[in-house]
């Protein structure tokens, strides 16, 4: 299983960034998965997660504000992100639970300026 991630990079706050993990060797159908992001310092934190039924559910940080989604017929996973606050600044990494295992991503670095 291989997850990569891309879209990351600066931005202004107020700003938006579109992330999206694209997956081999797992079926996104049947995977629960999910966005954590790392800032430093901090530990790893689930950002919104989305489950093989397509619920979603998002950190109190980030609701109203960002949007998790997948395409299963392209295998990827994205995560639109918009009024981007400097808090935001943090390593972003895509996360899938396939058959009972968890698979991370290598992440993709998110800087978002004052």
């Known amino acids: 299983v291989q997850l990569v991630e891309s879209g990351g990079g600066l931005v202004q706050a107020g700003g938006s960034l579109r992330l999206s993990c694209v997956g081999s060797?797992?079926?996104?159908?049947?995977?629960?998965m999910g966005w954590h992001r790392q800032a430093p310092g901090k530990q790893r934190e689930l950002v919104a997660s989305i489950v093989s039924g397509g619920s979603t559910n998002y950190a109190d940080s980030v609701k109203g504000r960002f949007t998790i989604s997948r395409d299963n017929a392209k295998n990827t996973m994205y995560l639109q992100m918009n009024s981007l606050k400097p808090e935001d600044t943090a390593v972003y990494y895509c996360y899938a639970n396939f058959l009972l295992r968890g698979y991370w991503g290598q992440g993709t670095q998110v800087t978002v300026s004052s």
């Open positions: 060797g797992v079926t996104f159908s049947s995977a629960n």
